[in-house]
């Protein structure tokens, strides 16, 4: 047995910060044919993880949050603030910025509705904070998450506002969110303006 310490450089136009999936193995360098591994009761591997490693958000980067919120969440997560993009073919892009408070017990799923004047819901864009790259489980305290989510709209896209909130999956219960009060919002989420 021996260690063989590897270098591997993060490429500086990845996507960070990332939970990523290590994994090794060895090949032939002449036909690049991989070499097959076994688990210890000799069971073909398709692959070999090692583990995960977290590779952080970059340190000293100055971020701009467009419109400032306080928002708190319970298990340690926060909303500093959100951002909101127009993009061709009638899609929005909404940038929330998340501060870890703590360090979150689960991983949580971000909903993200677009609803009319009578809390219609016309488009929706759910799913993990960055694609599931970074999940809530994650975060370290201090962390700021910057996490977009598209949506399509549809006809009819006058006086809409934003309904945002956290959920497990699992339970499919709401995170509990309280205002810049102290007090619980209804419905366990934030209703945020539109530009």
Not at 59 to 66: F, Q, R, T
Request: glycine residues 12%; proline residues 9%; contains cysteine.
């Amino acid at each position: 047995m021996f260690a063989d310490p590897i270098a591997v450089p993060i490429h500086c136009e990845a996507g960070r910060p990332v939970l990523a999936t290590m994994k090794a193995g060895l090949y032939a360098r002449e036909t690049m044919e991989r070499l097959p591994a076994f688990d210890s009761q000799g069971e073909a591997l398709g692959q070999t993880i090692i583990g995960r490693l977290k590779i952080p958000p970059p340190e000293g980067e100055a971020v701009a949050i467009p419109h400032p919120v306080d928002y708190t969440f319970a298990d340690g997560i926060a909303l500093a603030g959100y951002g909101i993009e127009h993009l061709p073919e009638r899609e929005l892009r909404l940038t929330l910025y998340w501060w870890a408070q703590g360090h979150p017990t689960r991983d949580y799923t971000v909903f993200v509705h677009l609803v009319d004047e009578e809390g219609t819901i016309v488009a929706q864009g759910d799913g993990p904070p960055l694609n599931g790259d970074y999940p809530t489980g994650a975060w370290a305290p201090g962390e700021l998450v910057v996490d977009r989510h598209t949506v399509s709209l549809g006809a009819g896209t006058e006086h809409l506002r934003w309904r945002v909130g956290l959920y497990d999956l699992a339970t499919m219960g709401r995170l509990p969110v309280y205002g810049p009060d102290g007090l619980r919002l209804r419905g366990d989420q934030m209703e945020l303006e539109m530009e």
